[in-house]
């Protein structure tokens, strides 16, 4: 008989090793973290193994936390904030397939399972992902947030379109109850259209909006006795912000720009400024570049933990799989045309030509690594033809849908197309990769590291890039690689977890099943 795959879901992970060690209030792990140098001396290339010593600290106990979302009253808000009440609720409704109960389907962190490793009997155990270092659960989150718009949650949800009426019917008199602070609107950022929504926006400079949402974080924070706040964008995308000298370039130069009423200071960056001035972790979930130079600066002064940019949910998650696949395997892709149509709010403002141009950037640059990759296939600076259009169309709501054309050259001349349509319930995908982001910027908060001999711990540079399978453009440290492919993403996450607790990361070689003479793992 073939081994099995078992899923153990109840017991608790362990690791047993003399590199790792477990105290009332943290795990202690000694990792040996391998790569490869290369190095080219003639015609050759040369390569090395090296290796380096790292000692982990990650705190065990979970924080009680916090997240404020900016546009907390959009379809995403309101839809993450259902789906945490339906869930604490443990919440059943009936549609025409049958009953429904509540979830956290397409989360990584809890609806996922990785392989621990391989029992006596040689069969694969795997775990659910959130088992093997504690992390705080999405219903022990406590929500609030801003909007331009005063609606309450319970409208909005049903203003959304997105759940079903009877999980609506079930939430709504707690959700009425729950109302947005004032936000920061600036027309010249998003589209002229949104304007009829913004009757709840901060007033005054740039510096008293700033003093505004610092006083919010404190004081929900206070209020709430939280230990963390973590802030994230889901609101509107804003037009790319313009690099000025002497306005966004450096930490300093921000500062004064807001205290100045600068015009080419965006909501979003506002909003990165106050979180970061207050300690609190900042994720942008749109594509615009909120993280000027000067942002990234001063998160680096503060040494706050920023991510982004963009929620990866739908169509640009499949074409890193996709892409990945076909030049991993020696084809080449030419031509990339993606094709989306949609009629929630997210599309009605990006029918604007600045903002949809944000969009399109950040949808746009998911190939770039894996194209790079294979100089076999591209000639240096060669790419495939990536043609992005997005139209708004009000009848679709919430449903986007997603149509790309692969054209690939393959074997002798021959070509090879392949069409995919997709439909994406936006809010629905979208919501627990939001509960993911939170999750895991909370968790890194609790890691450090001691680097080759280091004698203090430090933790990671703050530009988070570790979040990059959630995100559709990473943002990474200046001077870093970006990695789009999708699985490298992910098991970036996963080996990072198990060098947390000192076990090995998982190579996928399964040596101990290939061969005849199988030898003993000790």
């Given at each position: 008989n ?9 017991a608790a ?6 590199k ?6 943290a795990i202690?792990?000694?990792y ?8 080219k001396?003639g015609?050759?290339?040369?390569a090395?193994?090296k ?13 009680k936390?916090g ?7 959009g ?10 009440l339906?869930n604490?609720?443990n ?6 397939e049958?009953?429904?109960k509540?979830?956290y389907?397409?989360?990584?962190t ?11 009997n040689?069969n694969?155990i ?5 088992s ?17 718009s ?19 019917d079930?939430?709504y ?8 602070m004032?936000?920061?609107y600036?027309p010249?950022?998003?589209?002229a259209?949104?304007a009829?929504?913004?009757d ?14 610092m ?8 209020k ?7 802030v ?5 995308t ?9 306005v ?8 004064a ?5 600068e015009?080419?200071?965006a909501?979003?960056?506002?909003f ?6 207050t300690g ?6 749109s ?5 000027v130079p ?17 929620f990866?949910?739908?169509q640009?998650k ?6 990945d ?10 031509s990339?045309v ?5 009629g929630?709010?997210d ?5 604007a030509p ?8 950040s ?5 770039d690594d ?5 100089g076999?296939?591209?000639e240096p ?8 259009v997005i139209?708004y169309?009000?009848?679709v709501?919430?449903?986007?849908r997603a149509?790309d054309?692969y054209?690939?050259e ?8 392949v069409?995919m349509?997709?439909?994406?319930e ?6 627990p ?14 890691v450090?590291?001691?680097m ?14 570790l ?37 090995p990361?998982e ?10 003479c199988r030898?003993?793992?000790?």
């Amino acid at each position: 008989n073939n081994m099995s795959y078992v899923f153990e879901g109840t017991a608790a992970v362990e690791a047993v090793s003399d590199k790792v060690e477990y105290t009332e209030d943290a795990i202690f792990s000694k990792y040996t973290y391998t790569t490869t140098t290369v190095k080219k001396e003639g015609d050759k290339l040369k390569a090395a193994p090296k290796s380096m010593q790292v000692e982990f600290k990650t705190d065990r106990k979970v924080p009680k936390t916090g997240v404020l979302f900016v546009g907390w009253g959009g379809n995403n808000g309101a839809t993450v904030t259902a789906g945490v009440l339906a869930n604490k609720q443990n919440l059943t409704w009936r549609t025409k397939e049958g009953e429904q109960k509540a979830n956290y389907y397409g989360s990584l962190t809890q609806a996922s399972t990785v392989r621990l490793g391989v029992d006596g009997n040689g069969n694969d155990i795997f775990v659910p992902f959130s088992s093997i270092i504690p992390m705080v659960h999405p219903n022990d989150l406590v929500i609030g947030g801003w909007d331009i718009s005063k609606t309450n949650l319970g409208d909005a949800m049903r203003r959304s379109k997105v759940l079903d009426v009877q999980i609506q019917d079930q939430l709504y008199d707690k959700m009425k109850d729950l109302v947005p602070m004032p936000s920061v609107y600036n027309p010249d950022f998003i589209a002229a259209n949104q304007a009829d929504r913004a009757d709840n926006v901060i007033t005054g400079s740039l510096k008293e909006q700033l003093d505004q949402l610092m006083a919010d974080i404190k004081g929900f924070k206070e209020k709430n006795s939280l230990d963390k706040v973590i802030v994230l964008w889901t609101a509107n995308t804003e037009r790319f912000s313009e690099i000025q000298e002497g306005v966004n370039d450096t930490a300093d130069n921000l500062m004064a720009a807001i205290d100045e009423d600068e015009d080419e200071v965006a909501p979003s960056t506002l909003f990165a400024v106050a979180s970061i001035l207050t300690g609190s972790a900042y994720i942008n979930g749109s594509p615009q570049n909120t993280f000027v130079p000067g942002v990234i600066e001063l998160a680096q002064k503060h040494n706050v933990y920023i991510a982004g940019d963009d929620f990866k949910s739908g169509q640009t998650k499949m074409k890193s799989v996709l892409v990945d696949f076909f030049v991993s395997a020696g084809i080449k892709p030419v031509s990339i045309v993606s094709y989306n149509h949609l009629g929630n709010n997210d599309g009605k403002n990006l029918s604007a030509p600045k903002q949809f141009r944000s969009k399109e950037i950040s949808k746009s640059n998911v190939v770039d690594d894996m194209v790079a990759s294979n100089g076999i296939l591209f000639e240096p600076g060669e790419h495939p033809d990536h043609c992005v259009v997005i139209k708004y169309v009000p009848y679709v709501g919430d449903s986007k849908r997603a149509m790309d054309e692969y054209t690939n050259e393959i074997f002798l001349g021959g070509k090879n197309t392949v069409v995919m349509h997709n439909t994406c319930e936006d809010s629905l995908l979208a919501s627990p990769l939001i509960l993911d982001l939170v999750i895991l910027t909370e968790l890194f908060q609790r890691v450090n590291f001691k680097m080759d001999g280091a004698t203090e711990y430090d933790g990671f540079h703050p530009v988070l890039s570790l979040l990059s399978f959630l995100l559709k453009a990473p943002l990474v440290p200046p001077g870093t690689p970006v990695v789009n492919a999708l699985f490298t993403q992910r098991e970036a996450i996963v080996n990072f977890m198990r060098a947390c607790v000192g076990l090995p990361p998982e190579n996928h070689m399964l040596l101990e099943h290939r061969v005849r003479c199988r030898g003993t793992l000790s």
